[in-house]
């Protein structure tokens, strides 16, 4: 039986409700206006006042290495700009600026924003830190960031943790590597890489001058890498720290083997 509602006048939004939906876009608009332009009109932030967790990269430490005490930051972390939001930071990021950190931790950028921002800064000079944890970041993204990092050769801290980078976003972060000559800090925590994508950066990173620690923690990695590992560890001129832990390596006497050679090397080896 046919139902009455089957070829029922659809009922058309008034104008009214037409007019609050686009009102509320507008206020949300002029929302991110505002947060931007207080977050840019503030006194510059000292790096040393962020904490390591309102960065959203983990309470380690290690994470942050030689951090330089007169950085000065710009702090969007958690201001849920997602890819339009994150669009605007980068017009006025191109029209001049002084910060050499950006933290623009766990605001739901995804691929859109992304490539906004990595065009921005591909003439920049200023910014050495970019800290995008926490964020909706795939494959596509990482294009952006690679082509990015094969013209920029200042962001010296990279920190892409707790995203959905994969095994194909981090080939193309690992070429761009190969070509760049600025990163010394590579945070790839908690991304989805699986042993493929490691190995792939591992030999790549053979031909980097400049990375001084990797961090591939909670990432699903077996022991696969090893023979690539042990490459790096004897090959490279430049790393100091490789952090493995909560992977899937075994740590068996293999595992124990590289962490001597890397010690021998001055390379720490967590695992």
Do not use: C
Request: glycine residues 6%; hydrophobic residues 40%; positive net charge.
């Amino acid at each position: 039986m046919e139902s009455i509602w089957e070829n029922a006048p659809q009922k058309r939004p008034s104008n009214s409700i037409k007019n609050k939906a686009h009102q509320s876009k507008i206020n949300k608009s002029k929302s991110f206006e505002e947060t931007i332009n207080k977050s840019f009109n503030a006194k510059d932030l000292d790096f040393e006042s962020v904490t390591l967790k309102k960065t959203g990269v983990g309470a380690r430490p290690e994470f942050f290495p030689e951090t330089p005490k007169d950085a000065k930051g710009l702090a969007m972390a958690g201001k849920q700009l997602g890819d339009s939001g994150v669009s605007v930071v980068a017009q006025k990021l191109q029209s001049g600026h002084n910060y050499s950190a950006l933290f623009l931790s766990s605001n739901y950028i995804a691929d859109s924003g992304t490539q906004a921002l990595a065009s921005a800064l591909k003439k920049d000079s200023q910014v050495q830190h970019l800290i995008l944890s926490n964020n909706k970041l795939t494959s596509f993204a990482m294009a952006a960031l690679a082509d990015l990092l094969k013209v920029n050769h200042h962001i010296g801290w990279l920190v892409l943790n707790k995203n959905a980078v994969g095994d194909f976003g981090i080939k193309s972060l690992a070429d761009a590597m190969i070509m760049n000559h600025g990163v010394k800090h590579l945070v790839l925590s908690d991304n989805e890489i699986s042993s493929e994508g490691a190995i792939y950066l591992l030999k790549a990173l053979e031909s980097n001058k400049t990375v001084k620690s990797l961090f591939l923690q909670g990432n699903p990695i077996t022991d696969d890498i090893f023979d690539a590992l042990e490459s790096l560890i004897n090959s490279s001129k430049s790393i100091e720290l490789i952090d493995l832990r909560d992977t899937g390596l075994s740590g068996d006497k293999r595992a124990t083997a590289l962490k001597l050679r890397a010690a021998d090397r001055g390379i720490t080896l967590y695992i």
